[in-house]
């Protein structure tokens, strides 16, 4: 079994930069498909950004797209998502999410795996 663990999460001004980190317990995790995706209170969860288990194919949600950064280290067992010009409405708790396979699915309930979540709030 997986168990993602986030990190980074915190307070940051509109148009500032966060990197939020998950570590995975696994022997096995470059055989899981990673994903980020997120909450924002009385909303659905929803995709922020995928990566392949060799990590050299990633997904993006179009609200993110060209601001957000998804990137893995299989050595390190770790997946992080830079997030730059960070917008008010980027504000949810973040969760990592991990399900094994080979495809980057959008949809939450293809994963299998989460961890506890993390806060990103953005000032205006």
């Known amino acids: 079994q997986v168990q993602p663990v986030e990190s980074g999460g915190g307070l940051v001004q509109a148009g500032g930069s966060l990197r939020l980190s998950c570590a995975a317990s696994v022997r096995t995790f470059s055989l899981y498909v990673m994903g980020w995706f997120r909450q924002a209170p009385g909303k659905e969860r929803e995709f922020v950004a995928g990566?392949?288990?060799?990590?050299?194919?990633?997904l993006y949600a179009d609200s993110v797209k060209g601001r957000f950064t998804i990137s893995r280290d299989n050595a390190k067992n770790t997946v992080n998502l830079q997030m730059n010009s960070l917008k008010p409405e980027d504000t949810a708790v973040y969760y990592c999410?991990?399900?094994?396979?080979?495809?980057?699915?959008?949809?939450?309930?293809?994963?299998?795996?989460w961890g506890q979540g993390t806060q990103v709030t953005v000032s205006s």
């Open positions: 990566i392949s288990k060799s990590g050299s194919g990633t």
């Open positions: 999410a991990a399900r094994p396979g080979s495809a980057i699915y959008t949809t939450s309930n293809e994963y299998n795996f």
